[in-house]
């Protein structure tokens, strides 16, 4: 058999599993497998609610069967680098094309070139990773009605305003019919105008003195805006006195803003039982978690969820991702992996963010120029899962349309 035979053998060959991808999962070094952290408490077991996603603290992850969705989800695919999904769910829960697009083409990388100089008679085609991307991006930019918002947690440190305004910017890019914003509800003196437009000077006390705010222009004078199309409402006034946020200010704000802005992310504070969180928890549709890498972080990540099961709120807790954020780059993967694996045991999906130093300084957030290209994958990741869970709420809970 010639060269050219075997090439053609080889394009030809049914593409069957990579070893990679055969490996059963969990640490592959030959030293055993160390016990993980205890970073959940433990709780009374309760009933588990009905939903995609086993509450926590509920039955493990071999118990939670998801129903059959009304919407078509991707196959089966076999879970990315820094992913962690439940077993039977796209994405931790998020919806997306039953196949890939035809059409897709490799455009980087060794494939592009082998396409270029053969003038397009070898298309090697689009590599995993590439497929992956698409598959995540259609699933963001999935039909949705009326307005949605998701809230961001988790203590001091880990980089939840970073998490808030990259999830943001990706969904501001993406949807380009949509307006997005971001509402800095932390009233720990908040950062996130900084990451996304430091020359922002508007607040909730500007956007709600004026009584006569009609129109999207008006709108538009009182807040920030990035390069991806992500606006942003400040929660400290530019100048004068500090003013702390109240439930009152911030439900006057969020109506205001409902009549003009498609999908909200709220930065909320570190603590669950300040007044301003709980008025942001009582209408969110979705939820991340934000947790640093280490034991000491996810033990706060698992406290804000055993808090969420004790206020009765399983249900959005049902429609929560974990971000696992290596926000300094010192994280242990074994250590990361063994975190990550007990979240999912106890039901939840989990995305493992890389270290990127474009994210480290605290300057504005770049997603499509400065962010690397795996950190914008994970963020890719997290924004699809999101939008899979504004897709599944029912049409009785969703909130009016913008005008």
């Keep these: 058999?010639?060269?050219?035979?075997?090439?053609?053998?080889?394009?030809?060959?049914?593409?069957?599993?990579?070893?990679?991808?055969?490996?059963?999962?969990?640490?592959?070094?030959?030293?055993?497998?160390?016990?993980?952290?205890?970073?959940?408490?433990?709780?009374?077991?309760?009933?588990?609610?009905?939903?995609?996603?086993?509450?926590?603290?509920?039955?493990?992850?071999?118990?939670?069967?998801?129903?059959?969705?009304?919407?078509?989800r991707a196959p089966a695919a076999q879970p990315a680098s820094g992913v962690s999904p439940l077993p039977g769910a796209w994405a931790g829960g998020a919806f997306a094309p039953a196949h890939t697009r035809p059409s897709l083409r490799a455009d980087r990388g060794w494939r592009h070139i082998v396409e270029l100089i053969t003038f397009g008679l070898v298309r090697p085609g689009p590599s995993g990773a590439h497929r992956e991307q698409a598959q995540f991006e259609a699933a963001i930019r999935t039909v949705l009605h009326g307005n949605h918002k998701v809230g961001v947690l988790g203590k001091g440190g880990v980089g939840k305003t970073?998490?808030?305004?990259?999830?943001?910017?990706?969904?501001?890019?993406?949807?380009?019919?949509?307006?997005?914003?971001?509402?800095?509800?932390?009233?720990?003196?908040?950062?996130?105008?900084?990451?996304?437009?430091?020359?922002?000077?508007?607040?909730?006390?500007?956007?709600?003195?004026?009584?006569?705010?009609?129109?999207?222009?008006?709108?538009?004078?009182?807040?920030?805006?990035?390069?991806?199309?992500?606006?942003?409402?400040?929660?400290?006034?530019?100048?004068?006195?500090?003013?702390?946020?109240?439930?009152?200010?911030?439900?006057?704000?969020?109506?205001?803003?409902?009549?003009?802005?498609?999908i909200s992310i709220i930065d909320c504070g570190s603590a669950m039982d300040a007044p301003v969180t709980q008025e942001v928890l009582r209408d969110l549709d979705a939820l991340i978690v934000v947790s640093s890498p280490w034991a000491d972080g996810a033990s706060a990540a698992a406290k804000i969820m055993e808090w969420l099961t004790d206020h009765d709120l399983s249900g959005l807790l049902q429609r929560t991702i974990v971000v696992l954020n290596d926000s300094d780059g010192h994280a242990d993967k074994r250590t990361r992996s063994l975190l990550a694996r007990e979240f999912v045991d106890h039901g939840q999906p989990v995305v493992e963010v890389p270290f990127d130093p474009h994210l480290r300084p605290g300057g504005v957030i770049d997603v499509n120029n400065e962010m690397a290209p795996a950190t914008r994958r994970r963020f890719l990741q997290i924004t699809a899962t999101i939008a899979g869970y504004f897709a599944s709420r029912p049409d009785d809970v969703r909130h009016s349309p913008p005008r």
């Design 162 to 262: 970073s998490v808030a305004a990259s999830v943001g910017s990706i969904f501001a890019q993406l949807r380009k019919q949509d307006r997005i914003i971001a509402i800095d509800a932390d009233t720990a003196f908040g950062r996130l105008s900084s990451r996304i437009d430091p020359a922002s000077t508007g607040s909730f006390w500007e956007l709600t003195a004026d009584k006569n705010l009609r129109s999207f222009t008006d709108v538009m004078a009182r807040v920030g805006r990035n390069p991806a199309g992500l606006h942003v409402l400040g929660g400290e006034p530019a100048s004068g006195p500090r003013r702390v946020l109240d439930p009152a200010i911030y439900r006057e704000a969020a109506l205001r803003l409902d009549r003009h802005f498609t």
């Design 1 to 72: 058999m010639n060269e050219r035979d075997e090439f053609l053998r080889d394009r030809l060959r049914p593409s069957q599993p990579s070893a990679a991808a055969t490996r059963p999962p969990g640490p592959q070094s030959n030293q055993p497998p160390t016990t993980p952290p205890a970073v959940f408490p433990p709780v009374s077991p309760r009933p588990a609610p009905q939903g995609p996603i086993a509450a926590f603290p509920g039955p493990s992850r071999q118990q939670a069967h998801p129903p059959a969705p009304a919407h078509p």
